[in-house]
């Protein structure tokens, strides 16, 4: 990343510099605003070799689709730097945003765009392989892995869901009940008709040669042949920072068990007048396109919000100016 001065203040304060936060930068660069991207450098996505299922990008490397993003922001006017926000306050009618190395920056509007983070279950193995041979969505990785031996560990409530999910990518597929419930009668007649087999009992380790997963063990030593392991954690959103506007995150709409996040309405505004959220801080299962085209629609509501409060401040000088002097 091109690291760049940060000037004392700007129309908007992008904080996270993924999808979200770069289409978000872009569409206000584009709109002639002064805005800066903050990005503390820990894409959730780091571990993938591609980016998939997003139309023209197809494959792309993580790593590549930011840069490209971050050239674009910096072509319109739009800043890039490196840094962790720690903190925001209300400062009359915008913010100071706080960064770790103790930097700060004023700013109008801000744009929440941090992402989440994965919270991964306690079993051997998993943190080594995530994103390469442990792997938690289907649309993300499922052609990739496709016609192997799959693991579904049940790690969430949705791992019943997740186990008639990977069938479609092969026909090979065992689900580890873990630390959820026995299925169902309706869900375990499911899973038959779908050639999915259950086996119950805690996992303990995801062991592999090295590169290569070679099987899942569970808490009685029994080792089960597998290839991939699929499993879906627990999502956080970094939100933490936003504490001192008293903006928090919740649980999602499903439940505690699947994550936090940060509460918007469809337009990206968040409870707090002035700041919006978009991306994986406010939707959990976004993926990269959706993540970047919410972004872009914050953006454009943040313009627009910008200029319904610059127009009222016109009306009002205006005014002012013809008064008559009596």
Do not use: K
Request: proline content about 5%; charged content about 20%; aromatic content about 4%.
């Amino acid at each position: 990343m091109v690291t760049l001065q940060l000037n004392d203040s700007y129309d908007v304060v992008v904080i996270g510099g993924g999808a979200a936060g770069l289409n978000g930068a872009l569409m206000l660069g584009r709109a002639r605003r002064s805005v800066v991207v903050i990005d503390a450098g820990a894409p959730r996505n780091a571990p993938a070799e591609g980016v998939h299922g997003l139309f023209a990008r197809e494959g792309m490397s993580p790593l590549e689709l930011v840069e490209r993003g971050r050239a674009e922001v910096r072509q319109y006017g739009g800043h890039v730097v490196d840094g962790e926000v720690t903190g925001a306050v209300r400062d009359g009618d915008g913010f100071i945003v706080s960064l770790a190395d103790g930097r700060t920056v004023r700013a109008r509007r801000l744009l929440v765009t941090t992402g989440l983070v994965d919270d991964l279950p306690d079993i051997a193995g998993v943190r080594e392989q995530w994103g390469r041979g442990v792997v938690h969505c289907p649309y993300c990785h499922g052609w990739e892995v496709r016609d192997r031996a799959i693991g579904i560990v049940g790690a969430t409530p949705m791992a019943v869901h997740q186990a008639l999910l990977w069938g479609q990518w092969t026909d090979d597929v065992v689900l580890f009940t873990h630390t959820q419930p026995e299925p169902t009668a309706e869900q375990a007649e499911q899973l038959a008709a779908r050639g999915v087999r259950v086996v119950p009992g805690e996992v303990v380790a995801v062991e592999s040669d090295g590169d290569r997963i070679t099987g899942v063990r569970l808490a009685d030593g029994t080792v089960i042949e597998r290839e991939v392991v699929a499993l879906g954690a627990r999502m956080i959103a970094r939100a933490d920072f936003l504490a001192s506007l008293g903006l928090h995150a919740v649980p999602h709409p499903m439940g505690p068990a699947m994550g936090d996040q940060v509460p918007a309405d469809p337009m990206g505004r968040t409870e707090v007048p002035g700041v919006w959220a978009a991306g994986n801080v406010t939707d959990l299962s976004a993926q990269v396109g959706g993540a970047a085209a919410a972004g872009a629609f914050a953006g454009a509501q943040i313009n627009m919000d910008l200029v319904t409060e610059e127009t009222r401040l016109a009306v009002e000088a205006r005014r002012a100016s013809t008064v008559p002097v009596g």
